[in-house]
Each structure stands twice: as C-alpha cells, then as structure tokens.
C-alpha cells in the first residue's frame, strides 16, 4: 500500500503541471491573436488639406526622345491651372491640364 500512496501525488503534481502549461499555451496564443490583429484606422476626414491657391498654375515642358533616346522626336507644354470653386452646394478644386506638343513633323497635338 505504500506504493500506491506515493504514486498518487506524483500523478496529482503532473495533472497539475500540464494543465499550468496548457493554460499558458492558451493565454500565449491568445496574446499573440490579438497583437496580430491589424489596427483599426480612424475614419477619413472629409476636410482635405490641398496646399493649393487658387488661380495656381504650373507650366511643364515636355521633351520626347526616340527610342535610342538621341533624337528629339518633339515638345511641347502642359500647363495646369487650380480654381477654387464650388460644385453641387461644396466647396472644391478644379484641375485643369492643356497640354500642346508639337512632333518635329510639324504635327501639333492640343488637347484640354
């Protein structure tokens, strides 16, 4: 009987380590569960900072080459132009582009 007696809290000590370390698998994975979770992002705002003024303009020259990059194929401009202006009731930007190229054939290509 003396046997059985010292059998029983070793079975009682080892019931009880692998529950502690079942216990701590979980809270681990549930720890890293969580700080895997993508952050949620604050709602976008609808006020928009732009850095713009109005009547801005930006002027571009455009020079194209061919294809061993030597020869000037043609050139021409974009101009882009920013209004301030208001559209169905709000406040807006308007971006505008005019870009003029002239191909060295003597082509000129306009568009708005």
Same mark, same amino acid.
């Given at each position: 009987?003396?046997?059985?007696?010292?059998?029983?809290?070793?079975?009682?000590?080892?019931?009880?380590?692998?529950?502690?370390? =079942?216990? #701590?698998? +979980? &809270? /681990?994975?549930?720890?890293?569960?969580?700080?895997?979770?993508? !952050?949620?992002?604050?709602? =976008?705002? #609808?006020? +928009? &900072? /732009?850095?713009?003024?109005?009547?801005?303009?930006?002027?571009? !020259?455009?020079?194209?080459?061919?294809?061993?990059?030597?020869?000037?194929?043609?050139?021409?401009?974009?101009?882009?132009?920013? !209004?301030?202006?208001?559209?169905?009731?709000?406040?807006?930007?308007?971006?505008?582009?005019?870009?003029?190229?002239?191909?060295?054939?003597?082509?000129?290509?306009?568009?708005?």
């Amino acid at each position: 009987m003396a046997e059985t007696n010292s059998k029983k809290p070793k079975t009682h000590k080892i019931i009880v380590g692998i529950f502690c370390v =079942a216990l #701590i698998l +979980v &809270v /681990t994975s549930a720890g890293i569960y969580y700080l895997s979770q993508p !952050k949620s992002q604050p709602e =976008a705002s #609808i006020d +928009v &900072v /732009t850095n713009f003024n109005d009547d801005a303009w930006l002027k571009t !020259k455009i020079v194209s080459y061919d294809d061993t990059g030597t020869t000037i194929e043609g050139e021409g401009y974009v101009n882009s132009l920013v !209004k301030s202006r208001t559209y169905d009731g709000k406040a807006c930007w308007i971006f505008s582009d005019n870009f003029t190229f002239t191909y060295t054939n003597g082509t000129v290509r306009d568009d708005f």
